[in-house]
């Protein structure tokens, strides 16, 4: 099993930033893929940023030039800076992890809240 732990959402002004933190733990097995999904209220769940262990990366380009996805694999750790915030930015983010012998595992999600 893999338990996902997310923090730091919360409410932010538009032009604002938040950083999220996502620390996995369990049966992880490197090499594994980590990142970021959100899903706002009547909408269906969206990718926004991922990070190989490599730390390659890759974006929506709703967030491109505003949000940075890091990891540091030292603590299983993946970060998301979100800065230059909209009010459309406002969801639930999940953290998802596809582990080294591919499974998929969602956390519980954390709200982000942005007002104009």
């Given at each position: 099993?893999?338990?996902?732990?997310?923090?730091?959402?919360?409410?932010?002004?538009?032009?604002?930033?938040?950083?999220?933190?996502?620390?996995?733990?369990g049966?992880?097995?490197?090499?594994?893929?980590?990142?970021w999904?959100?899903?706002?209220?009547?909408?269906?769940?969206?990718?926004?940023?991922?990070?190989?262990?490599?730390?390659?990366?890759?974006?929506?380009?709703?967030?491109?030039?505003?949000?940075?996805?890091?990891?540091?694999?030292?603590?299983?750790?993946?970060?998301?800076?979100?800065?230059?915030?909209?009010?459309?930015?406002?969801?639930?983010?999940?953290?998802?992890?596809?582990?080294?012998?591919?499974?998929?595992?969602?956390?519980?999600?954390?709200?982000?809240?942005?007002?104009?």
């Amino acid at each position: 099993q893999v338990q996902l732990v997310e923090s730091g959402g919360g409410l932010v002004q538009a032009g604002g930033t938040l950083r999220l933190s996502c620390a996995a733990s369990g049966s992880i097995f490197r090499p594994y893929l980590i990142g970021w999904h959100r899903q706002a209220p009547g909408q269906q769940r969206e990718f926004v940023a991922s990070i190989t262990y490599g730390g390659n990366t890759a974006y929506a380009d709703s967030v491109k030039g505003r949000f940075t996805i890091s990891r540091d694999n030292a603590k299983n750790t993946v970060y998301l800076e979100m800065a230059s915030l909209k009010p459309e930015d406002t969801a639930v983010y999940y953290c998802k992890i596809r582990t080294g012998e591919g499974n998929g595992y969602w956390g519980q999600g954390t709200q982000v809240t942005v007002s104009s």
